[in-house]
Antibody, heavy 118, light 108 residues
Framework: QVQLEQSGVEVKKPGASVKVSCKAS????????ISWVRQAPGKGLEWMGR????????LYAQNLQDRVTVTTDTSTTTAYMDLRSLRSDDTAIYYC???????????WGQGTLVTVSS | EIVLTQSPGTLSLSPGERVTLSCRAS???????LAWYKQKPGLPPRLLIF???SRATGIPNRFSGSGSGTDFSLTITRLEPEDFAVYFC?????????FGQGTKLEIK
């Protein structure tokens, strides 16, 4: 069965960086693309960006493109989301999610809480 | 960027009732690439509907989606206790992918 296992809770100071991982299993890794979606406490969902696991092509939300990088390691079937210059309003649960032919998300990771606080 | 506006913000209903949630887009959603999700506290969203009207795998037929262009809706017939949650719409026809702000369905 498809599983997306994310890394654990992170606590960071403003200005730091965080790297969240998403280990995929139960399917052919390069058959699905990976997006990252975040959710601030008690708020809605925000799409951050995506990567084609087949070509490596990335697409980012314009408001984050200067601070976020999404990568994959096909040898370990793991995706990574790197967010730099963290601010307090980056405090959120970060989810990875996979999509096939179009970016609707059938499968999600369990989420990683990232707290940014001085 | 396509802005999705969901209404109402909160609905108080009883099990067994029928409900229709609305999602309005600021511009036409290409190819009606509109999805609906349900989210319970502490869990990731669960896909219900894609392509405006196609049910995802394992979703009961009391859930149905409709609409096109800028106006979309999700209907749940005969609410079950597990249906009380927050519902989000999402467009994936253009970048950035965007979500509505959510409609909370609560038990009256």
């Amino acid at each position: 069965q498809v599983q997306l296992e994310q890394s654990g809770v992170e606590v960071k100071k403003p200005g730091a960086s965080v790297k969240v991982s998403c280990k995929a299993s139960g399917y052919t890794f390069t058959n699905y693309d990976i997006s990252w979606v975040r959710q601030a406490p008690g708020k809605g969902l925000e799409w951050m960006g995506r990567i084609s696991t087949y070509t490596g092509h990335t697409l980012y939300a314009q408001n984050l493109q200067d601070r976020v990088t999404v990568t994959t390691d096909t040898s370990t079937t793991t995706a990574y989301m790197d967010l730099r210059s963290l601010r307090s309003d980056d405090t959120a649960i970060y989810y990875c999610a996979i999509s096939r032919s179009a970016d609707y998300f059938q499968y999600w990771g369990q989420g990683t809480l990232v707290t940014v606080s001085s | 960027e396509i802005v999705l506006t969901q209404s109402p913000g909160t609905l108080s209903l009883s099990p067994g009732e029928r409900v229709t949630l609305s999602c309005r887009a600021s511009q036409s959603v290409p190819s009606n690439y509109l999805a609906w999700y349900k989210q319970k506290p502490g869990l990731p969203p669960r896909l219900l509907i894609f392509g405006a009207s196609s049910r995802a795998t394992g979703i009961p037929n009391r859930f149905s989606g409709s609409g096109s262009g800028t106006d979309f809706s999700l209907t749940i017939t005969r609410l079950e206790p597990e249906d009380f949650a927050v519902y989000f719409c999402q467009q994936y026809g253009t970048s950035p992918r965007t979500f509505g702000q959510g409609t909370k369905l609560e038990i009256k």
